[in-house]
């Protein structure tokens, strides 16, 4: 067993090693989220989202006092448009000729966002920090829904709730005795754990159950000796499901074409200073998805990507700033079935000089903080490079700091 | 406490709630319009709602159940899905409001977040439902 635990140790130092050494796994062919970001190569562990301007103003104002900013901003959420809001309409909603389809260019509307990052970094032939400086914009400029799928999402989010008589009861008493909203799927996860939920819950059943007015429906359906707990128990059971797959429809049912674009720019100041001379980074991106699907949580997903990169965070020997652009395009297959994804990708990069980088990957989601994943095949080799990667991927909620 | 004012005659009271949010209405009994006792929250009744042809939802009161019960209680239930979840504080923030009352002469109110914040019940940050509760005291005169 310990021999075990000794070449597990050595495979992962192995990997992280090799995680570092190339980027096998982490080229996104899926929408460009945070362009400024990603032209900074760098994950903020927290994004700020301001409720309202003044909040962003005073943000920003901290932010630049001590070099820490990342911030997005999705306009939608910010304009009045003087009109009635329902999610119907966010979703794209229309009607021709009696029957619904979803507008392929809401998200043009509903899906433009703003990113901005101010930070200081160290990057690759550089000594010491840097303070940088990126913004970047993304959209969805078009997302196509066929009839059946649209049907589909219609379905998904119209009548959502619980439907069972003593499920809609429940709630309905539980809204009215405390100041509550109805669960969501953060109350059904920590439910089992939190004493504290179990009390909440329990206590409004034990009254509803002791109410004389809810004496009758218990009677008929023969359940006067329930217990507080069983009737919580039954309301969860009945109800968590429905909050997870209204909250994930737009994962569950993806669009047939989703076609992604964004750019970015971003500055490096070449002292430490904010009026120094600059050196620049420029990015756009266009991203395509084809989403063919076999059943609810399985699609074959065909991704085209067309990446131009104008790099100039680069410095010779001698201390000389330089840049570098270049061209990626290209393609994926990938096979999603449920929480496996197994894909194969080729890119050709033109540019200063030509390389292309051909991969396989697979990866595994055990749970929401950790997906395995592995990779193998060539990433835009100087040499004839042969890289396999063997690793695990992870996430944890790290608290406040926006930058690690 | 907002207050509508209104005469204590034979018609009723109708009460219609027109809610606007990009979140999704929380169903079932996603508007709720209860009447209670000032003195007493839970010595209460529910009032039927129904969906009106301009997909608004109103509810029916008998003014004559007001004497007793005067303050009406309309709670709205929203949740967000996925994508929606990072911005939900956004999304709380431009929910709004609007209620008529009728009862003979047409009052308006409204839930807004800048002037209405204790209205808004925004819930846990692992949830994705937050709830609007509006409470109107009714005098009949």
């Not at chain 1, 070099?67 to 329902?86: C, G, L, S």
């Not at chain 1, 909203?181 to 819950?201: D, M, R």
């Not at chain 1, 429905?242 to 909250?247: A, D, G, I």
């Not at chain 2, 009994?29 to 009106?52: G, L, P, W, Y």
Request: hydrophobic content about 35%.
């Amino acid at each position: 067993m310990k021999h075990i635990y000794i070449i597990l140790g050595l495979f992962f130092s192995i990997s992280v090693f090799a995680q570092e050494k190339a980027s096998i796994n982490d080229f996104n062919f899926e929408s460009v989220t945070n362009p400024a970001f990603v032209l900074l190569d760098e994950t903020p562990t927290q994004l700020h989202t301001p409720e309202n301007l003044k909040s962003l103003s005073v943000y920003l104002a901290n932010g630049f006092s001590n070099t820490n900013i990342a911030v997005e901003i999705n306009p939608y959420w910010y304009i009045d448009f003087d009109e009635k809001r329902t999610y119907k309409k966010y979703r794209g909603f229309k009607e021709r000729d009696g029957e619904e389809y979803i507008d392929p260019l809401i998200g043009l509307k509903t899906d433009w966002s703003f990113s901005l990052a101010y930070l200081e970094k160290e990057f690759e032939g550089f000594t010491g920090e840097k303070r940088v400086a990126g913004i970047g914009a993304r959209t969805t400029i078009f997302k196509f829904y066929n009839k059946s799928r649209t049907k589909e999402v219609s379905k998904a989010i119209t009548k959502t709730g619980v439907e069972s008589e003593l499920s809609t009861e429940f709630e309905l008493y539980y809204v009215l005795e405390t100041d509550n909203p109805k669960p969501g799927s953060g109350t059904c996860k920590s439910y089992a754990e939190s004493i504290e939920l179990q009390v909440q819950f329990q206590d409004v059943a034990k009254l509803f159950i002791e109410d004389e007015e809810n004496t009758s429906l218990l009677q008929r359906l023969n359940i006067e000796n329930i217990t507080p707990e069983k009737l919580v128990e039954y309301y969860l059971a009945e109800r968590c499901p429905k909050v997870e797959s209204f909250v994930n429809n737009p994962k569950n049912i993806k669009p047939n074409i989703r076609i992604d674009g964004a750019i970015g720019y971003s500055v490096l100041f070449k002292e430490a200073e904010i009026n120094a001379s600059t050196a620049n980074r420029f990015g756009s991106w266009l991203t395509a998805d084809a989403a063919v699907r076999f059943n609810s949580s399985s699609y074959l997903h065909i991704y085209a990507i067309g990446k131009f990169v104008d790099d100039g965070f680069n410095i010779d020997e001698e201390g000389v700033y330089f840049n570098e652009s270049f061209w990626d395009y290209g393609g994926k297959l990938e096979l999603e079935l449920n929480k496996f994804k197994l894909g194969y990708e080729y890119l050709k990069r033109s540019g200063d000089g030509d390389r292309f980088r051909s991969v396989g990957n697979i990866s595994y989601q055990i749970n929401e903080d950790i997906t395995v994943t592995g990779g193998f095949g060539k990433d835009f080799p100087v040499d004839n490079n042969l890289v396999t990667i063997l690793g695990i991927n992870w996430g944890f909620d790290l608290g406040e700091k926006a930058f690690e | 406490m907002e207050i509508y004012s209104t005469k204590n005659d034979s018609k009723n009271l109708v009460i219609t709630v027109i809610p606007s949010s990009d979140a999704k209405l929380d169903d079932p009994n996603e508007v709720i319009v209860i009447i209670h006792q000032k003195e007493d929250a839970r010595r209460r009744k529910r009032q039927a709602v129904t969906i009106n042809a301009e997909g608004n939802y109103e509810a029916e009161v008998l003014k004559s159940k007001l004497v007793e019960k005067p303050i009406v209680k309309i709670i709205t239930s929203f949740i967000v899905d996925a994508n929606q979840f990072p911005n939900k504080d956004i999304i709380v923030a431009q929910t709004e409001i609007d209620y008529s009352f009728n009862g003979g002469q047409v009052q308006g109110f409204e839930t807004k977040y800048d002037t209405h914040k204790d209205e808004y019940n925004k819930g846990s940050d692992a949830d994705e439902t937050f709830r609007v509760t509006k409470r109107i005291e009714v005098l009949l005169t």
